[in-house]
Each structure stands twice: as C-alpha cells, then as structure tokens.
C-alpha cells in the first residue's frame, strides 16, 4: 500500500488544519492506520489511530480533546482534523498502515507501510 500524506502548512497558534492521506489501494480499508509525528531532534511519537471499521480511535494525551483522526474506506482516505494547534505540535506528519493489536497500536513497529509526511508548523 502506497500513501500519500498531504495538507500540512505553516499557521499561528490556535488555528486548525487538517491532514489527508491517500492510500492507492482498496486494501486500505483492511488495514488500521495512524497518525504519527517527528519533531526536530526528537523521535517519531504516536499522535492518533484508528481501526479498520472506524470504530476504534486511540488519541495521545498531547492532543486528545483537540485532534480527531477519522478514515472513508470508500474514498481510501485517513485524516486528522488538527484544532486548537500549539507551536509543540509542530513536526513532520506521517500516515502509516499496519495490522497492530489494540495493546501495541501505538508502537510504530507495529506499522508497515508509510506515507512521506508533511510538515506542520505552528508559530506562536
């Protein structure tokens, strides 16, 4: 599976974004996905996952409240609608695909294919 993450920018504190990602094939509906993040010089962290059906959705503490991840298996689409962005969520967004169980869901060696991030960057 193939991913292409897009929709990332640059925008001020307290404003919102949201970030899609394409997958070029209908197994992607198979498949759970997330969102994960890398800062300068930090290690990629989980942000947000969300099973096959929908059904499920994890959240990191750092943003739940603020982030909602959510998936059209009919359009092959993932996306993370982003609210009330702080200049800490800046990082480099990325989609991944994986069939992790729900204890390892945010560990991204669980996940096997990646998309190849975009860049959101908050400024205060």
């Known amino acids: 599976v193939q991913l292409q993450a897009s929709g990332g920018g640059l925008v001020q504190a307290g404003a919102s974004l949201r970030l899609s990602c394409a997958a070029s094939?209908?197994?992607?509906?198979?498949?759970?996905v997330a969102w994960f993040r890398q800062a300068p010089g930090k290690e990629r962290e989980f942000v947000a996952a969300?099973?096959?059906?929908?059904?499920?959705?994890f959240y990191a503490d750092s943003v739940k409240g603020r982030f909602t991840i959510s998936r059209d298996n009919a359009e092959n689409t993932l996306y993370l609608q982003m609210n009330s962005l702080k200049p800490e969520d800046t990082a480099v967004y990325y989609c991944?695909?994986?069939?992790?169980?729900?204890?390892?869901?945010?560990?991204?060696?669980?996940?096997?294919?990646w998309g190849q991030g975009t860049l959101v960057t908050v400024s205060s």
């Open positions: 969300i099973k096959s059906s929908g059904s499920s959705t």
């Open positions: 094939e209908r197994t992607f509906s198979s498949y759970t």
């Open positions: 991944a695909a994986g069939r992790p169980i729900s204890s390892a869901i945010r560990s991204r060696a669980m996940y096997y294919y």
